[in-house]
């Protein structure tokens, strides 16, 4: 990964978000993360609309995607990202508190690209989120 | 023998009590009452029609039929027996009376099961949160200001971290636990050599440091789930690990023998054993022989082999002895 890398990382609560920063700022990646509430806010920033329509264009380098979140969960809003060819390829991994298995097969028949179970560590994190974006960037190369 | 319209009338007045008594009973009474009235009813019914020892009859089928607790046998032993026809009638009506009431219970299990699931789900997700919030901002506080703290400060910073990782242990075996009373089992020859060799693997990868001797049998193809044996199985090595760790050598053997249409794989080692006398409460839930500042555990992982192997038809017991180690059986149908 040459330059910074774009994360979106969508969770709902906000203990959650400081835990995963702090382990991305851990991480050692060099990562620019912008962070979203729910999957409305989501898809409103990937399709620059509402208060997200002066971002700067061009789509993320990858999703962090919360399963469990009001209104939309995570695997309803990676169901619609892979539905969209605007969106489809952007990697997404799930990092949730969620063990249950119904969730992670559903995330792999929705083509997440990976699924981690918190507590995650920084390394995990680390390897899981280079994986994905190195696959991600494989086939264009 | 032609019979009068006086014995014709008489014979349909009971057929129709019988089936009043085992309709009300079904839908008025509890199961038990409900249940006795049902072999009741033709009894008295036969009784009256044909005289005491066809009743005799029916009353003792039906007392054997019971203790089969299966509706389909019962209502059988019961066709079978009453041969006059409208005894039988009411007996054929009883059972779509039965099936009836089967369909609700079935209903009722569905339901139940639904609202389990979705109480699994939510303390799947809702209870760990809190927990990885405790264990990740005292790891968060620890590695910014940990410096400041006092060996106290930092013991208690510990004591938080490790306390909100047994919490989550303990969460997680449990709904392993609850997760395989109810999932579906999937029956396939099971290299049980195969799933051994693996478990020893990831046994041996978790403690790269102990010395251990390992004397592992040529297992055989047993009929089974292969993820459930893998889970009981990596318990059973698991558990041995951890048992002979005050050992300079572990010795764990995994053997088996043939037993009666079963095979009986067991998992033995010079551990620390337990007592005997307690033996039978070793595969309950949370009930545990050592403490845990001796050897850590949530009290789940036999329990969860207990649940695996009856789910098998088979069934799971110890010996041991404090101090001499530890040997468990588990017996499962061949292949």
């Not at chain 1, 991480?27 to 962070?35: I, K």
């Not at chain 1, 605007?86 to 249950?100: E, G, N």
């Not at chain 2, 089936?19 to 009973?25: E, H, I, K, R, S």
């Not at chain 2, 009235?37 to 009743?55: E, F, N, R, T």
Request: charge should be neutral.
């Amino acid at each position: 990964m040459g330059q910074s890398c774009h994360v979106l990382l969508v969770e709902d609560n906000p203990r959650d978000v400081e835990i995963t920063l702090s382990l991305l700022a851990e991480s050692g990646l060099d990562l620019e993360v912008t962070v979203l509430h729910d999957g409305g806010e989501a898809f409103d920033y990937l399709y620059r609309r509402g208060e997200f329509r002066l971002r700067k264009p061009g789509p993320p380098s990858l999703l962090l995607l919360d399963v469990r979140m009001p209104k939309m969960d995570g695997l309803e809003v990676l169901k619609k990202l892979k539905a969209d060819p605007a969106t489809k390829r952007i990697p997404v991994v799930l990092l949730t508190s969620s063990r249950q298995e119904q969730d992670m097969l559903g995330a792999y028949a929705l083509k997440a690209d990976d699924y981690v179970v918190k507590p995650a560590r920084a390394e995990q994190l680390a390897a899981v989120i280079a994986r994905a974006l190195q696959r991600a960037a494989g086939p264009a190369q | 023998m032609p019979a009068g319209r006086g014995t014709v009338a008489r014979r349909v007045l009971v057929a129709l009590l019988a089936v009043m008594l085992l309709g009300w009973a079904d839908y008025l009474s509890g199961p038990d009452i409900g249940f006795s009235l049902l072999y009741l009813a033709p009894v008295i019914a036969v009784g009256w029609l044909d005289g005491a020892l066809p009743a005799a009859g029916i009353a003792l089928a039906a007392s054997l039929a019971w203790f089969q607790a299966d509706y389909l046998w019962q209502h059988t032993t019961l066709g079978v027996t009453a041969w006059n026809s409208f005894t039988r009638l009411a007996i054929f009506v009883s059972m779509g009376i039965l099936m009836a009431r089967l369909r609700r219970e079935r209903e009722r299990l569905r339901a139940a099961n639904e609202e389990l699931e979705s109480f699994t789900y939510s303390v799947s997700h809702d209870l760990r949160t809190p927990l990885l919030h405790i264990g990740s901002f005292a790891q968060m506080l620890d590695k910014g200001s940990g410096t400041r703290l006092d060996d106290e400060g930092r013991r208690y910073l510990a004591t938080i971290s490790d306390s909100a990782a047994v919490a989550l242990k303990l969460i997680d075996d449990l709904l392993g636990f609850a997760h395989l009373g109810k999932m579906e089992i999937r029956r396939s020859p099971v290299d049980l050599s195969q799933l051994v060799d693996s478990v020893r693997e990831d046994a041996c990868r978790a403690a790269p440091q102990r010395s251990i001797a390992w004397r592992v049998d040529r297992l055989p193809v047993v009929q089974g789930d292969a993820p459930m044996l893998r889970v009981a199985l990596q318990n059973l090595v698991d558990n041995a690990v951890k048992y002979t760790r005050p050992r300079e050598q572990a010795i764990i053997e995994i053997g088996s023998y043939p037993d009666a249409g079963a095979v009986v794989v067991y998992v033995r080692d010079n551990g620390v054993g337990f007592d005997p006398q307690y033996g039978g409460k070793l595969f309950r839930v949370f009930e545990r022989l050592h403490r845990q500042s001796e050897f850590e555990g949530t009290g789940i992982g036999l329990a969860i082999v207990a649940r695996v192997v009856a789910r098998h038809g088979g069934r799971s017991w110890a010996e041991g002895e404090v101090g001499k180690g530890a040997a468990f059986y588990l017996s499962l149908p061949v292949s």
